[in-house]
T-cell receptor, first 117, second 118 residues
């Protein structure tokens, strides 16, 4: 089945120690997104890729970076994790068409829960 | 900017009873509406979406939602819930334009925890 895969499902890191979360997809979608979801809150878009074009949300901290080496893979790098970065990180994909991009369904992976000690 | 309000943070209901989860959104010229479900420690799964046409939208697992433009609402309903429906439900909105750099920005509500009890 076509899907969105995130590894690892749980990640423990130390305060200030860089960490990378990974996402892969077999849907061949050209758009990939990273969301941060804190406990009992709505998912919040951090950034997204349209093909290889990176698009950052205005309020995403510089501490968060991303890489997309090819269509299938996308990485979220947190350069110096703080306690406030503990959250569930969700990767999603969508197929973008030139028109009516707003109606496309986003397909989510199972998420990576990050714990910062 | 779009916004979504889910007034009920938790909704307890007995099994086989009907349920309605409320969602209101900020008005926009054109808007698309989505309901996602999130089971514990899992990602979000699409239940249904409204793009245009009939205001009553049917989704998976027996859920349906009704788009009401005058009330800017998109409430989710199920006539008879099951224990397996226990999960968090998120309403989301996107506008017709999509993101400047391509793609689609979803604005989510804060979620409603549905707890189905025996």
């Amino acid at each position: 089945d076509a899907m969105v895969i995130q590894n690892p499902r749980y990640q423990v890191t130390q305060f200030g120690k860089p960490v990378t979360l990974s996402c892969s997809q077999t849907l061949n979608h050209n758009v990939m997104y990273w969301y941060q979801q804190k406990s009992s809150q709505a998912p919040k878009l951090l950034f997204h890729y349209y093909d290889k074009d990176f698009n950052n949300e205005a309020d995403t901290p510089d501490n968060f970076q991303s890489r997309r080496p090819n269509t299938s893979f996308c990485f979220l790098d947190i350069r110096s994790p703080g306690l406030g970065d503990a959250a569930m990180y969700l990767c999603a994909t969508s197929r973008d068409r030139t028109r009516r991009a707003g109606e496309e369904t986003q397909y989510f992976g199972p998420g990576t829960r990050l714990l910062v000690l | 900017a779009q916004s979504v309000t889910q007034l009920d943070s938790q909704v307890p209901v007995f099994e086989e009873a009907p349920v309605e989860l409320r969602c209101n959104y900020s008005s926009s010229v054109s808007v698309y509406l989505f309901w996602y479900v999130q089971y514990p420690n899992q990602g979000l799964q699409l239940l249904l979406k409204y793009l245009s046409g009939s205001t009553l939208v049917k989704g998976i697992n027996g859920f349906e939602a009704e788009f009401n433009k005058s009330q800017t609402s998109f409430h989710l309903r199920k006539p008879s819930v099951h224990i397996s429906d226990t999960a968090e439900y998120f309403c989301a909105v996107s506008d017709g334009e999509g993101l400047t750099g391509g793609g689609n920005k979803l604005t989510f509500g804060t979620g409603t925890q549905l707890k189905v009890e025996l």
